[in-house]
């Protein structure tokens, strides 16, 4: 039942916003090959030889001349499957991803080709997890299923309707510390692309969205709460690693700063059960679960999503078990005028904490 809750939160994760599409599909295969990255000391023994990978790519492009569409000059998005390998079958084994994409263009030519910025997320199952007996050197990945997040750059040049290209990306799978040990797997690679377009990719020619448009689409409330929620897993120590629940309340003032960009601020009170366990065998009093910090990040609106990110430093902290300063990450849908579910990633200086679900309400 766990993996099936996991399962569908993360599917949530990947969700992208919804629009009409009407441009054309197209299908690519691209084989990679890089490296795993030891971002910490306690991982070197996992680099061994080259990660490899292949994905096959899905995507249609969104011309459907709207605001949205005009804001990001036809933009497409799509599915990915990848099958990967982190030269390290022993001990990490494969991994298989399947996740939804928004992919921006930089610079387009029909003549020069297309130079595209691809922001992937969604799930990755992987078949070789931590196992106190039987894999016990994976320190990195504590569940079979985790989340998926991919960055990309890649330079097209389409013939008609076929296209050939290459670039670069980077990959990150953990579980945001809902299965200890949650170090995660970073993987850079390069690729070759290949594949074929029903119909020709179209080049941005939409003249300037009318403000009302816009307006239409940005209807803006700068006033909003969430309700957050969470479960989370300390590393096994004088306990054995069970869940514990977190609760959080958030208070957001948004300013917009462009057609796309806002920022944000506010004040998270948060309590952390995992916090009263962290130190001691017996629970400390609950007051001392509570923590509360003021926040300021940025927010990127993209049809009916928003992504967010930014930091926070904590005003009140009495257990203290990372540090005083905390970041987040995430993704927020509006679901109509005022209602917003999110899910995201508050973490410690990159070093995930839990995985936060939260349901939102602006005025």
């Not at 306690?42 to 005009?70: C, G, I, P, Y």
């Not at 997040?149 to 389409?158: A, E, G, R």
């Not at 004088?238 to 948004?254: D, E, F, K, P, V």
């Not at 995430?330 to 904490?353: C, F, M, P, Q, Y």
Request: aromatic share 16%; proline share 4%; net charge positive.
């Amino acid at each position: 039942m766990k993996l099936v809750l996991h399962f569908l939160l993360l599917c949530a994760y990947a969700l992208p916003a919804v629009s009409q599409q009407l441009g054309p599909y197209s299908i690519g295969l691209s084989p990679k090959v890089g490296s795993l990255l030891a971002h910490r000391e306690t991982m070197t023994h996992l680099v061994q030889n080259h990660s490899k990978a292949v994905e096959l790519e899905f995507s249609r492009q969104d011309t459907s001349k709207n605001a949205w569409s005009s804001i990001y000059k036809y933009p497409s998005k799509g599915l990915t499957l990848q099958f990967q390998d982190y030269g390290n079958a022993a001990i990490l084994g494969q991994s298989f991803t399947a996740f939804r994409f928004t992919k921006f263009c930089m610079y387009q030519s029909e003549k020069w080709g297309f130079i595209d910025f691809r922001l992937g997320n969604g799930i990755s199952y992987i078949n070789k997890k931590y196992d106190k007996f039987n894999n016990p050197k994976n320190i990195a990945i504590g569940s079979y299923i985790n989340g998926f997040v991919n960055l990309q750059f890649s330079y097209t040049k389409h013939f008609n309707r076929f296209f050939v290209g290459a670039g670069v990306d980077f990959s990150h799978i953990s579980n945001a510390s809902l299965k200890a040990p949650n170090q995660g797997l970073n993987t850079i690679t390069g690729f070759f692309t290949t594949g074929y377009s029903i119909s020709k990719r179209r080049v941005y020619d939409q003249p300037i969205y009318p403000k009302d448009v816009l307006n239409e689409v940005r209807k803006f409330s700068k006033w909003q709460f969430h309700f957050i929620f969470g479960l989370k897993q300390n590393l096994p120590d004088h306990l054995a690693s069970r869940n514990y629940g977190i609760a959080a309340l958030q208070g957001l003032y948004r300013i917009p700063i462009n057609n796309v960009w806002d920022f944000e601020t506010g004040i998270d009170l948060v309590y952390n059960e995992a916090n009263r366990w962290f130190y001691e065998i017996n629970p400390v009093p609950i007051y001392q679960a509570f923590t509360a910090g003021g926040y300021a990040g940025m927010s990127l609106s993209l049809y009916q999503t928003q992504i967010y990110f930014g930091l926070g430093v904590y005003g009140l902290n009495i257990i203290n078990p990372a540090g005083w300063v905390y970041n987040r990450t995430g993704i927020r849908i509006n679901t109509n005028e005022h209602w917003n579910l999110s899910i995201g990633i508050k973490a410690h200086i990159g070093v995930a904490d839990y995985l936060e679900w939260g349901l939102g309400y602006r005025f």
